[in-house]
């Protein structure tokens, strides 16, 4: 094989690792993001569900598990809301709604952007995959043609 073929299969085999690894990342990032979707999609259900409820009603509170506890419903139309960093306030169920459909909203950007970035770095896996395999079946050629 050319020095030349040589150094560049050294190039993509490295860049084809470093691709891997960055594909990995996306796949990973893609759970969590679904993990957080799925756990918002579980608090709006909640919501929508408190719609029906009055004071004084009793739910099933989960607590982990697939367990839950009885509660008797003080105040319906308040909802603690984490913030973030720890911090959570009081809001109306409505906006507790929109603070949560909001939220689901950027997650579906956030996973789209993830998807975008996942297939281009799977095409890029791809091309660069055909190009080593083209440069090692040309050394094999030239191998077999100089052993003949």
Do not use: C, F, H, W
């Not at 891997?20 to 756990?39: C, F, H, K, P, W």
């Not at 459909?101 to 998807?115: C, H």
């Not at 996942?118 to 040309?138: G, K």
Request: aromatic share 2%; glycine share 4%; hydrophobic share 35%.
């Amino acid at each position: 094989m050319a020095s030349k073929d040589e150094e560049e299969l050294q190039k993509l085999s490295v860049e084809l690792r470093l691709l891997e690894q960055t594909a990995e990342a996306l796949q990973s990032r893609m759970g969590m993001v679904n993990a957080a979707a799925n756990d918002l999609m579980y608090a709006q259900a909640a919501l929508e569900g408190l719609d029906k409820e009055t004071d004084k009603s009793e739910i099933l509170v989960p607590i982990g598990g697939t367990s839950y506890i009885r509660a008797k419903l003080e105040n319906p139309d308040k909802v603690i809301v984490g913030m973030g960093a720890g911090v959570s306030v009081e809001k109306t169920r409505v906006e507790a709604k929109e603070i949560v459909k909001k939220r689901l909203e950027d997650m579906e950007k956030t996973r789209k952007s993830i998807q975008e970035q996942y297939t281009q770095v799977a095409e890029r896996i791809n091309n660069d995959r055909r190009r080593a395999e083209r440069l090692v079946a040309a050394a094999k050629e030239k191998d077999t043609q100089e052993n003949v």
